[in-house]
């Protein structure tokens, strides 16, 4: 399939994207980042600026030219303070990316967030990455609690014919 569009949704290529585990089995972390498992949903939040904080995981599948791939996820802030996340789908080796900013109000619960794009080239490892970009606001957790994480998904959709990058929420 091609930005043509058609043919049936692929398989999801994520793992433990519901951290089910209770882990972060599947997922690594860079930067400073501080992350836990609570029932089922990962949260997180940022520390340091550099280098910048993320949650990934590499799927070690391929993916060809053109094709549509959408990531869903579901986000929620338990903070008082309004966060940013940066959602990106890219080869392992970030030479082919799109990217969504979602803004969460303070205290939301988890919603379900969508990002589709199309390859530019053909991967080699397709990943999902996840970015806290609001700075950590204060010392303490307790002053700055967390960014929640989960029911995370990636598949080609070739039915999703788009005509650039979509963000949903």
Known sequence: ???AGGGATGPDLITNGDFGTGTLA???TLGSVTTQVTAGT???????VFPPPVVAQATGQAIAANQVLTATVSLGNSSPVRK???LLVNDNDF???FACTFWLEPGTALAPYALTGWTTKAWTNAAVSVYPSTQYDSGTPANNPWIRLDDVTLRVTPGAVTPGTTCAE
């Open 42 to 48: 990962l949260e997180f939040y940022r520390g340091a």
């Open 95 to 97: 030479s082919d990316l």
């Open 1 to 3: 399939s091609d930005l």
């Open 84 to 86: 940013r996340v940066l």
């Open 26 to 28: 599947g997922w690594g």
